[in-house]
């Protein structure tokens, strides 16, 4: 999908300047689009209800309904096709509540040209058929279940809690911090280290909703690692480049964290964004369960045959009795649920998908009060390809 794909947008602005402008930069990114214009709510759902769209661009700012209006309006009359806000510069808290209605992305009117406008919107565009995607690959699991009763109501009640934590517990906050990140950005008067330090929060919210993309298609993810091809990565190195992330998470938790690696590499063969992700979600879960001044420790050792991975806390632990169902898909343990402690029950889970499509094994060491090991057993790589 690029600029020459046949793209369907429906412009809805009042204000005939900027809707001349708009409609122009998209025509000139795109020349084989139909880009039309409704100057009004009323006549958009009309046009809504009539045809199909790719895209669906609106200013929240219209005179005859608030913007979150607006969004449900057109979600209710069209609600598989991607839609993108426009707001006013001073209006970030109106294009958040937008996203949590279920925008794909929002833009601050006058501050995109042709080439970032079509960007953007290629980007909403290929959210909102990944999210399609999913929801084609749930349905279509639901339709061939044919186990049972009870079966059935299980995967439709696992397809509705999906769909539910991805979209609002996983994208609607990344994209809460990245419209703050805006925000604070589009205030001025910050330093350069400050202003580095906002680019690092928005750089980093962009590229975590980027994975979260990847879990609405959880069904097709261990395909996914599977067709990946070998290549040596030096664990030492995947950790060594988390830490700066791992100490943004804690910040404000007044843990101590411990990296321990070899000085010597610690290869093994697959993907290094994958265990990436697992040593942030490891360690993400030690952060959440420690105590205040308590202890993470992100350790890599070898042996002969294998790299290992250790992530050690010393907080409140994991009772024995639920430790057998810790990397089932949306389980969350009772420890969570009692200390309120948010998270999705999807961690562990991909955690666990990973490793396995590595050819590896995760275990966990813990008790009430006693803290927790997870250790990853990865086969070591013994020279580089």
């Given at each position: 999908?690029?600029?020459?794909?046949?793209?369907?947008?429906?412009?809805?602005?009042?204000?005939?300047?900027?809707?001349?402008?708009?409609?122009?930069?998209?025509?000139?990114?795109?020349?084989?689009?139909?880009?039309?214009?409704?100057?009004?709510?009323?006549?958009?759902?009309?046009?809504?209800?009539?045809?199909?769209?790719?895209?669906?661009?609106?200013?929240?700012?219209?005179?005859?309904?608030d913007g979150c209006a607006?969004?449900?309006?057109?979600?209710?009359?069209?609600?598989?096709?991607?839609?993108?806000?426009?707001?006013?510069?001073?209006?970030?808290?109106?294009?958040?509540?937008?996203?949590?209605?279920?925008?794909?992305?929002?833009?601050?009117?006058?501050?995109?040209?042709?080439?970032?406008?079509?960007?953007?919107?290629?980007?909403?565009?290929?959210?909102?058929?990944?999210?399609?995607r999913a929801h084609a690959?749930?349905?279509?699991?639901?339709?061939?279940?044919?186990?049972?009763?009870?079966?059935?109501?299980?995967?439709?009640?696992?397809?509705?809690?999906?769909?539910?934590?991805?979209?609002?517990?996983?994208?609607?906050?990344?994209?809460?911090?990245?419209?703050?990140?805006?925000?604070?950005?589009?205030?001025?008067?910050?330093?350069?280290?400050?202003?580095?330090?906002?680019?690092?929060?928005?750089?980093?919210?962009?590229?975590?909703?980027?994975?979260?993309?990847?879990?609405?298609?959880?069904?097709?993810?261990?395909?996914?690692?599977?067709?990946?091809?070998?290549?040596?990565?030096?664990?030492?190195?995947?950790?060594?480049?988390?830490?700066?992330?791992?100490?943004?998470?804690?910040?404000?938790?007044?843990?101590?964290?411990?990296?321990?690696?070899?000085?010597?590499?610690?290869?093994?063969?697959?993907?290094?964004?994958?265990?990436?992700?697992?040593?942030?979600?490891?360690?993400?879960?030690a952060i959440k369960f420690?105590?205040?001044?308590?202890?993470?420790?992100?350790?890599?050792?070898?042996?002969?045959?294998?790299?290992?991975?250790?992530?050690?806390?010393?907080?409140?632990?994991?009772?024995?009795?639920?430790?057998?169902?810790?990397?089932?898909?949306?389980?969350?343990?009772?420890?969570?649920?009692?200390?309120?402690?948010?998270?999705?029950?999807?961690?562990?889970?991909?955690?666990?998908?990973?490793?396995?499509?590595?050819?590896?094994?995760?275990?966990?060491?813990?008790?009430?009060?006693?803290?927790?090991?997870?250790?990853?057993?990865?086969?070591?790589?013994?020279?580089?390809?």
């Amino acid at each position: 999908m690029d600029r020459r794909t046949d793209l369907r947008v429906l412009l809805i602005e009042d204000a005939t300047t900027d809707c001349v402008l708009v409609r122009a930069l998209l025509e000139g990114e795109f020349p084989n689009g139909d880009i039309e214009a409704a100057t009004s709510l009323a006549h958009a759902l009309d046009r809504l209800a009539l045809a199909d769209y790719d895209v669906v661009l609106v200013n929240l700012n219209l005179p005859e309904a608030d913007g979150c209006a607006v969004v449900r309006a057109v979600r209710v009359t069209s609600p598989h096709t991607a839609l993108m806000v426009l707001t006013g510069r001073g209006d970030g808290t109106l294009a958040l509540w937008a996203l949590a209605e279920g925008a794909q992305d929002y833009l601050v009117t006058g501050e995109h040209d042709g080439p970032r406008l079509a960007d953007a919107l290629l980007r909403g565009l290929q959210r909102s058929r990944t999210e399609q995607r999913a929801h084609a690959v749930l349905g279509s699991a639901l339709d061939h279940e044919s186990e049972s009763a009870v079966r059935l109501r299980e995967l439709t009640l696992a397809k509705s809690e999906f769909v539910a934590t991805v979209s609002h517990e996983l994208r609607t906050p990344l994209s809460s911090i990245a419209g703050y990140a805006e925000m604070l950005r589009s205030e001025g008067g910050l330093t350069t280290q400050q202003t580095r330090f906002v680019d690092a929060i928005a750089r980093n919210a962009t590229r975590l909703a980027v994975l979260t993309d990847d879990l609405l298609v959880v069904s097709s993810f261990s395909s996914a690692v599977e067709q990946l091809e070998p290549v040596a990565v030096d664990l030492s190195v995947v950790v060594a480049g988390t830490q700066e992330v791992i100490r943004v998470l804690g910040a404000g938790h007044q843990l101590d964290f411990v990296f321990e690696l070899p000085d010597h590499p610690a290869l093994v063969t697959g993907d290094a964004g994958h265990l990436e992700r697992v040593v942030l979600n490891l360690v993400g879960n030690a952060i959440k369960f420690s105590k205040e001044h308590g202890r993470v420790t992100c350790r890599v050792s070898t042996s002969p045959s294998d790299v290992y991975l250790e992530v050690i806390d010393n907080g409140i632990g994991i009772p024995e009795d639920e430790q057998h169902e810790l990397f089932t898909m949306f389980f969350r343990g009772s420890t969570a649920r009692n200390r309120a402690v948010q998270g999705t029950g999807l961690g562990l889970h991909i955690v666990s998908s990973i490793v396995r499509h590595h050819h590896g094994e995760i275990d966990v060491q813990s008790g009430s009060g006693q803290g927790t090991t997870f250790t990853v057993r990865l086969p070591r790589r013994l020279r580089a390809a």
